[in-house]
């Protein structure tokens, strides 16, 4: 039973975080050329109702994803919220009121569908929450690491393609690393209560990965489109977290002749998520954006599309 709550909270967590998403590229494209990768960036999207909308999504998110963590494995949430991207993209197709195409749908089937094969033939099962101090400065070496060698290969290159991938590469990390510290301050809240969880540095570790991740998502949304972003965002967090259970926690899934249904589930997945941004919705982002402005008191048709690259 608590694996079964535990990948219901997982399946929240990824509706509200595409919801999220929708909203934050709204407001992101809107935000000028010079403010990227600045303090500037955040207070243009302090002013964005979209954006804040999207925070507010995006904090009942984290509290679904803690209830997650808190009832099952890091090895069994995450892999979960890879169902973010279709639910992102039917979503932004909604609210454009344009259809997603039959390629968008197979490619939402053929991602649920791996997503369950896949779970099914690992049985994310075992670990601890013990873990030693020299891993965690291990882990958080190494992470941090990774995701400054992102950003420093991002900050030369023109907003596109590249751009966008590689911030959201380095917020994948990041989000896989606020994951893997919530699952260890939320087991010593239920175990040792609210004031043990306040005294955790793991708590406040969480929410500084949590709001750097979130800085580098913001910065993929205004580099470039979902086509370059979300698949590495999506497979990035799913993969880091997955290393990161076993590394950090020692979780363990099955092997054997069951790798062979875990590889086919795995090209599912990864065809989905490749396919899924290629659907026609960046024109539909474009409708959504320029709906909500017009509902932010009519800033002008051209504040969503102008100046934005297709690419």
């Known amino acids: 039973m608590p694996a079964v709550l535990s990948a219901l909270f997982a399946l929240?967590?990824?509706v509200a975080n595409a919801t999220g998403t929708v909203?934050?590229?709204?407001?992101?494209?809107k935000v000028p050329p010079g403010d990227a990768f600045s303090v500037r960036l955040f207070r243009h999207l302090l002013r964005s109702p979209a954006w804040l909308g999207g925070?507010?999504?995006?904090?009942?998110?984290?509290?679904c994803q803690a209830l997650a963590l808190t009832l099952?494995?890091?090895?069994?949430?995450q892999p979960i919220l890879v169902t973010e991207l279709p639910f992102t993209l039917l979503i932004a197709s909604a609210v454009a009121r344009r259809r997603l195409p039959a390629a968008g749908w197979a490619a939402s089937v053929a991602v649920a569908a791996g997503l369950g094969l896949g779970?099914?033939?690992a049985a994310p099962h075992g670990g601890g929450t013990d873990v030693p101090a020299g891993k965690w400065v291990l882990t958080l070496l190494v992470s941090g690491g990774v995701m400054a060698a992102c950003v420093v290969a991002a900050l030369p290159r023109p907003r596109g393609k590249a751009r966008a991938a590689l911030f959201s590469s380095a917020s994948a990390i990041g989000y896989a690393l606020t994951a893997t510290l919530m699952k260890a301050a939320t087991d010593i809240f239920a175990r040792h209560g609210p004031g043990a969880f306040f005294a955790s540095w793991q708590t406040y570790a969480f929410v500084a990965a949590g709001?750097?991740?979130?800085?580098?998502?913001?910065?993929a949304m205004?580099?470039?489109?979902?086509v370059a972003s979300q698949p590495a965002l999506t497979l990035g967090e799913a993969l880091v977290s997955l290393a990161l259970g076993m590394v950090v926690y020692g979780e363990r899934v099955r092997t054997g002749w069951w790798l062979v249904l875990e590889g086919v589930a795995a090209v599912m997945v990864t065809w989905g998520v490749v396919v899924l941004p290629r659907a026609d919705t960046e024109g539909a982002e474009d409708e959504e954006g320029k709906g909500v402005e017009e509902g932010e008191g009519g800033e002008g048709k051209g504040g969503?599309?102008?100046?934005?690259?297709g690419n």
């Open 12 to 14: 929240l967590t990824a």
């Open 23 to 29: 909203l934050q590229r709204i407001a992101a494209r």
């Open 55 to 63: 925070i507010a999504v995006i904090v009942g998110a984290a509290a």
């Open 72 to 77: 099952g494995s890091l090895s069994l949430v």
């Open 119 to 121: 779970l099914a033939a």
């Open 211 to 219: 709001g750097c991740a979130l800085f580098l998502l913001a910065n």
């Open 222 to 226: 205004e580099s470039g489109p979902l």
């Open 304 to 309: 969503v599309s102008a100046g934005r690259p």
